[in-house]
Each structure stands twice: as C-alpha cells, then as structure tokens.
Nanobody, 124 residues
C-alpha cells in the first residue's frame, strides 16, 4: 500500500505562503509520479499539481500556475508544494497521492490511497 503523509497546512492571510510536505512511508518515492490534490467544502476533489519520477516534468492546474511550485527531494523521500500568493479560494484540504502524470493530456491521475490530508485555510 502506497501510504503518503501530508503536513504543513495551517491558517494564513491572503497573499501569504505555505509549504506542504508529502512524506512516503514504507516505500521509496523515487519511482512514482506524485500529485497534489485538494478538496474544498462542497466541491469535488481536484488536481493541483503533479511531478514526474522520470524527468521532473510538472503539471499545474490553471488556477495555481505561477503561484505554486512542486518539487521533490528523493534523498528525504518527500515531495513539496510551495504555495505563494495564497487566495481565499485556495482554502481546502490538500492531499498527495501516487499518480500518473499524463503530459500530453495535461492531467494528473491518482492511483494511490488517500491519506488524512492537511487543512489549508486562507483568511484574513
């Protein structure tokens, strides 16, 4: 079972920043594309960003392009999501999951199990 643990969420004012971490437990993260997803109250879960295991290719949803940056540190078995210029509409529970990055279709498709997620609240 590909279990990932999210952390780093919190309450931040609009325009602020947060860095989320996604740590792998019991397996080596190197071999997997990893995606970040979020679910706001009353909305469906949506893909936010994804990073390839092979060449570092990335995908970003249009709503976060230019503000969020995904990266991976294989030595620490962790994937990060740096979130800058946060907006109230970024408020959601953020999840990471083993995924498949489809670069041609510009999609990130999760296949791993979901963790607890980490709450991000952007509010003044």
């Amino acid at each position: 079972q590909l279990q990932l643990v999210e952390s780093g969420g919190g309450l931040v004012q609009p325009g602020g920043s947060l860095r989320l971490s996604c740590a792998a437990s019991g397996f080596t993260l190197d071999y997997y594309d990893i995606g970040w997803f979020r679910q706001a109250p009353g909305k469906e879960r949506e893909g936010v960003s994804c990073i390839s295991s092979s060449d570092g290719s990335t995908y970003y949803a249009d709503s976060v392009k230019g503000r969020f940056t995904i990266s991976r540190d294989n030595a620490k078995n962790t994937v990060y999501l740096q979130m800058n210029s946060l907006k109230p509409e970024d408020t959601a529970v953020y999840y990471c999951a083993a995924s498949t990055l489809l670069t041609v279709q510009a999609m990130c498709v999760p296949f791993g199990s979901w963790g607890q997620g980490t709450q991000v609240t952007v509010s003044s």
